[in-house]
């Protein structure tokens, strides 16, 4: 595989910086809308939006099958912020009829941070992607609140009441962070990603 192909879940959200962010990761990004074009790619992303709305229109476009068969048969898969939501295997306090893809054996709390601090940025030291500190951006975004054994927490929160919170983990072929590094112009985690999809 020279240059993988990665799907970037088009149904709602911020498509286009993920697509912008996998071409510099050195990728080719194409749209997911439609069940057929689920079957070429070599990765999945799913980006930061709004969770509920998101699984609403997998199931209504008759993707929700189609993903899952392609997480359970280990295609990799990187979820930012709602993404990572759609790939937990349980919400806390989950309500209506929200269901997730699944795969990660975690536990997310959604809209954690709290109203006053709706959005916020802060410096994560993440091992993975080497010494300097990655700006991370939140966007009402979730928490990891549980993870299972087979789950590395990749980064917490460092500083601040909400620090020592989980914001981005690893199992396998799936990878999630609770910020979005789509925004920021370092490009660091997609090419994980991207050296992920590579030896998968
Ligand atoms: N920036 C985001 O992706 C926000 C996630 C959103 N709060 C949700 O629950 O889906």
Redesign the pocket.
């Known amino acids: 595989m020279t240059t993988p192909t990665i799907g970037v879940l088009a149904v709602q ?1 911020d498509v286009r910086e993920h697509l912008v962010a996998l071409e510099a990761a050195g990728a080719t990004g194409v749209r997911v809308r439609r069940p057929e074009e689920i079957e070429g790619i070599d990765g999945l992303v799913i980006p ?5 709305v998101m699984d609403k229109l997998v199931r209504t476009f008759g993707l929700h099958e189609p993903l899952r068969a392609r997480l359970t048969g280990g295609l990799p898969a990187y979820g930012s ?2 993404g990572m ?1 759609m790939l937990a295997d349980r919400i806390a306090d989950g309500r209506d009829d929200q269901q997730t893809l699944g795969g990660l054996d975690i536990t997310v709390r ?2 954690a941070f709290g109203r006053q601090v709706d959005s916020f940025e802060a410096d994560l030291h993440i091992r993975e992607l080497g010494p300097e500190p990655m700006r991370a951006v939140f ?4 928490w990891v609140e549980e993870t299972g054994a087979a789950v590395r927490v990749l980064a917490r929160v460092e500083s601040g009441p909400a620090a020592g919170r989980v914001v981005a983990v690893r199992q396998g072929n799936l990878l999630a962070t609770s910020f ?1 590094p789509e925004v920021t112009g370092d490009h660091r985690v997609h090419s994980y990603f991207v050296a992920m999809v590579r030896s998968a």
């Open positions: 959200g930061g939006g709004e969770s509920t912020c709602a939501i959604r809209n966007i009402r975004a979730p979005h």
